[in-house]
Nanobody, 114 residues
């Protein structure tokens, strides 16, 4: 059974940094891609970053403050967020894709105070 568990969120002041983790219960090479999304209060969920099986990385236009990476030995995907802003406040979700199927974690809350 595929499970994705996010962690690393919290309350941080504007200008700070966080590293979010997404632990995957199976070998991450089982997936075509892994990615991060976020959903702010009252808004739709939006794409943040993704990394494919082959290592191609894509980012939303977020001023280069987000860095996605993976540790294949730990079956974990990370999202480094720098220079946090109050508008980054959201629940951050990890998603995995394999063929036509997708799996989501439950999310981790990031709150940025001004």
């Amino acid at each position: 059974q595929v499970q994705l568990v996010e962690s690393g969120g919290g309350l941080v002041r504007a200008g700070g940094s966080l590293r979010l983790s997404c632990a995957v219960s199976v070998n991450i090479f089982e997936f075509n891609s892994l990615g991060w999304f976020r959903q702010a209060p009252g808004k739709q969920r939006e794409f943040v970053a993704s990394i494919t099986l082959g290592g191609r990385i894509d980012y939303a236009d977020l001023e280069g403050r987000f860095i996605i990476s993976r540790d294949t030995a730990k079956n974990t995907v990370y999202l480094q967020i720098n220079s946090l802003k109050p508008e980054d406040t959201a629940v951050y979700y990890c998603k995995a894709n394999v063929l036509s199927r997708e799996y989501w974690g439950r999310g981790t809350q990031v709150t940025v105070s001004s």
